[in-house]
């Protein structure tokens, strides 16, 4: 089944400016912005500009330079929000869910960046 992606969701509405938002990044292809509800001190959601449901689609159809614009700037919040390990920080979670069983709430690729804090385990009920 092609993917299908909604230009109604919430973050297709904050790339076009009509839902505001707290960047902490954007550059070409890509737009990170804090969590209106985080779940740890450091809780940064990561976009890309280009309308992928997921991150399989997103690695299937993207651009070579869609791909490096996204992943280099998930490095750069983490060194901007001081959680990358080799500069100094504690670490941090990188976490992208991916449709009904991996429970995604927006259907627009999203990683979201989470420390600043011990998380604990990965899961809270293994299977």
């Known amino acids: 089944m092609p993917y299908s992606y909604d230009d109604d969701n919430i973050f297709a509405k904050i790339l076009r400016g009509e839902i505001p938002n707290d960047t902490v990044l954007e550059t070409e292809h890509s737009l990170a912005f804090r969590d209106i509800r985080p779940q740890a001190p450091e809780h940064v959601l990561i976009i890309p500009k280009g309308k992928y449901v997921s991150f399989d689609h997103f690695a299937q159809e993207a651009t070579a330079e869609e791909i490096t614009d ?3 700037a998930v490095g ?27 429970v995604q709430e927006v259907p627009h690729l999203h990683v979201h960046v989470l420390g600043g804090r011990v998380l604990g385990p990965m899961l809270a009920h293994p299977a």
């Open 76 to 102: 750069e919040v983490c060194r901007k929000l001081g959680v990358a390990p080799g500069a100094a920080g504690g670490g941090y979670r990188l976490i992208s869910n991916a449709g009904r069983d991996g």
């Open 70 to 72: 996204f992943t280099r």
